[in-house]
């Protein structure tokens, strides 16, 4: 079955510091990978998704097809990077759906 | 402005009550989704849409219903509320096609059944 997994729910990190928040998936076919952020008192909102290949906010994530992972990054941590993040499949790559499977989200928290 | 609209965004209601949580959006989109989420837990889909008169059941089982009689209202209904029903709602809508494959999502519905 699809399934995404993270394994974090939280990841405390320092100003400056480098952030990795963990996303591994299991999929049968042609995945389509996507990263979505809630930041407080916000919705959510897509962040980036592989096919893209763009960082946005100085975050990157790469597909690993090989590990079946989708590790977001950032070298910097900033205090505004705190938020929920959660990893998100997309079934039926190309096709008419577009269902998306979530993962449980880890909530990143960038001290001072 | 282009935008999605759930409303109420909370709802403390009695079991056995009917309800109705709204969802509109000005973006054009045909899709729409409904998808539930407890306190920590991922968002589970509990219904889709293609367009107009098109609905489906998502992967969580759902007692509530969902219609589509316009492309930009996909309200969805529970018929009797119960205590299990408590969670966060929330709505969002995409576009068709591959380049267009991204979901933007309402602020939710926080319900609780007591």
């Known amino acids: 079955a699809q399934r995404v997994t993270q394994p974090e729910k939280l990841l405390s990190v320092f100003k400056g510091a480098p952030v990795e928040l963990k996303c591994n998936y299991s999929?049968?076919?042609?995945?389509?990978l996507f990263w979505y952020v809630q930041y407080s008192r916000q919705r959510l909102q897509l962040l980036l998704r592989?096919?893209s290949r763009e960082s946005i906010k100085g975050f990157t994530a790469d597909l690993n097809k090989g590990e079946t992972s989708f590790h977001l990054k950032k070298p910097f941590a900033q205090e505004e990077d705190s938020a929920m993040y959660y990893c998100?499949?997309?079934?039926?790559?190309?096709?008419?759906?577009?269902?998306?499977?979530f993962g449980t989200g880890t909530l990143l928290a960038v001290q001072p | 402005e282009a935008d999605i609209y759930q409303t109420p965004r909370y709802l403390v209601i009695g079991t056995g009550k009917k309800i109705t949580l709204e969802c509109s959006q000005t973006?054009?989109?045909?899709?729409m989704y409904w998808y539930q989420q407890d306190p920590g837990m991922e968002l589970h889909l509990i219904h889709y849409?293609?367009?107009?008169?098109?609905?489906e059941k998502g992967d969580l089982s759902s007692e509530s219903t969902v219609s589509r009689i316009r492309t930009e209202h996909f309200p969805l209904t529970l018929e009797s509320a119960r205590p299990s029903h408590t969670s966060q709602y929330l709505c969002?809508?995409?576009?068709?096609?591959?380049?267009?494959?991204?979901?933007?999502f309402g602020a939710g519905t926080r319900l609780s059944v007591l």
């Open positions: 969002a809508s995409s576009e068709w096609g591959l380049s267009k494959n991204i979901q933007y």
């Open positions: 592989h096919i």
């Open positions: 998100a499949l997309s079934e039926n790559y190309g096709g008419a759906t577009n269902k998306l499977i």
């Open positions: 973006m054009g989109h045909d899709k």
């Open positions: 999929y049968s076919g042609s995945p389509e």
């Open positions: 849409s293609y367009g107009v008169n098109s609905t």
